[in-house]
């Protein structure tokens, strides 16, 4: 990963965003990693891989707190075809 203090990145800034294109770039502060620059594509692809872990733990919370069902996606299915049925029927 390249690397450059925030003084040079200042000064090259269009140097650094061509290099951020192509690889993540540190940029640091008083000698330390102060920050990450990348595309935003892999920016992006970053965000959605947190989401998915995040959905991926809440679901072992679920599991693990018995909050889970064993019945199949065509059984869930047709259970709320059958609920949304009922709701529309008038009330006599």
Known sequence: MTTFTA??????LGAVIDE?????????????PAVVMT????YQA?????QLKSEVNKGFEQIESGQFTTKS???IFNEAVELNRKARQPAS
């Open 20 to 32: 951020a294109l192509q690889n993540p770039v540190t940029i640091t502060r008083h000698g330390r």
């Open 46 to 50: 970053y965000l959605k891989h947190l």
């Open 7 to 12: 003084n040079e990145a200042k000064q090259h």
């Open 39 to 42: 595309a935003d594509a892999e």
């Open 73 to 75: 996606m065509d059984e």
